[in-house]
Structures are given as structure tokens and as C-alpha cells.
């Protein structure tokens, strides 16, 4: 059974960054881990999600090109760096993990299986 908790959310200006991180409670390198954002009045919808191995990723469009996710699975934990960051970003962040074959990460990114761990969130406020 995972544990996961995000944290580094925050207010920032459009155009700043931030990094947020998930860390883990168990063993997660036979894990897939995935972002994931709800913004209010919408359906949860993935943001990037990495392979096991962190040698696969996936983005969602309207990331691409300004978010990057990489992990270290000898601290059991996944990153998100946000850069360029827009007011449409603004939304609650969960991780999520799923033992999934490396072929099946953009279908849990577009959340097309069956995810069975989630943290709890972290808000991201992007406003002037």
C-alpha cells in the first residue's frame, strides 16, 4: 500500500515557476506516477505522467514545453517543474501511482485505467 503526499504548491505571478514534489511512504520503482490537476467547477484531468524507470513520459498539450516531471526512485519520490506558468494552471495537483507496463503510461495519463493510489493535493494559484 502507497502512501503519497505533494507538497511546493503555492501562489505565484504568471510567467514564475514552481517545483512540486511527491513523496512516496513505500517502495515505488515498480511504479508509474502521474500528475493530475482539478480546477474548480472542472473534471480532474492529467497534467504528465513517468514510466517506472523514468525513462518514458507524457504531457498534456497544454503543458507541453513548460512542465517537466522526473523522479528519483531511490528517494521514492516524483517531481513536477512548473516554468511559464499561466492563470488556467491554477487548479488542486495530486500525484498518483499505478503499477502499469511502460506501454500503458499515456493511458494513465488520459486516465483511461484504473488508478488506485492518490495523495491529497496541493494547491496551485497562478494570479497577479
Known amino acids: 500500500q502507497l502512501q503519497l503526499v505533494e507538497s511546493g504548491g503555492g501562489l505565484v505571478q504568471p510567467g514564475g515557476s514552481l517545483r512540486l514534489s511527491c513523496a512516496a511512504s513505500?517502495?515505488?520503482?515498480?511504479?508509474?506516477i502521474g500528475w493530475f490537476r482539478q480546477a474548480p467547477g472542472k473534471e480532474r484531468e492529467g497534467v504528465s505522467c513517468?514510466?517506472?524507470?523514468?525513462?518514458?513520459?507524457n504531457y498534456a498539450d497544454a503543458v507541453k514545453g513548460r512542465f517537466t516531471i522526473s523522479r528519483e526512485n531511490g528517494k521514492n519520490t516524483v517531481y513536477l517543474q512548473m516554468n511559464s506558468l499561466k492563470p488556467e494552471d491554477t487548479a488542486i495537483y495530486y500525484c498518483?501511482?499505478?503499477?502499469?507496463?511502460?506501454?500503458?503510461?499515456?493511458?494513465?495519463?488520459?486516465?483511461?485505467?484504473?488508478?488506485?493510489?492518490w495523495g491529497q493535493g496541493t494547491q496551485v494559484t497562478v494570479s497577479s
Open positions: 513517468i514510466s517506472s524507470s523514468g525513462r518514458t513520459t
Open positions: 498518483a501511482a499505478a503499477r502499469v507496463p511502460v506501454g500503458i503510461v499515456q493511458a494513465m495519463c488520459t486516465m483511461n485505467i484504473h488508478i488506485p493510489y
Open positions: 513505500g517502495y515505488t520503482d515498480y511504479y508509474a
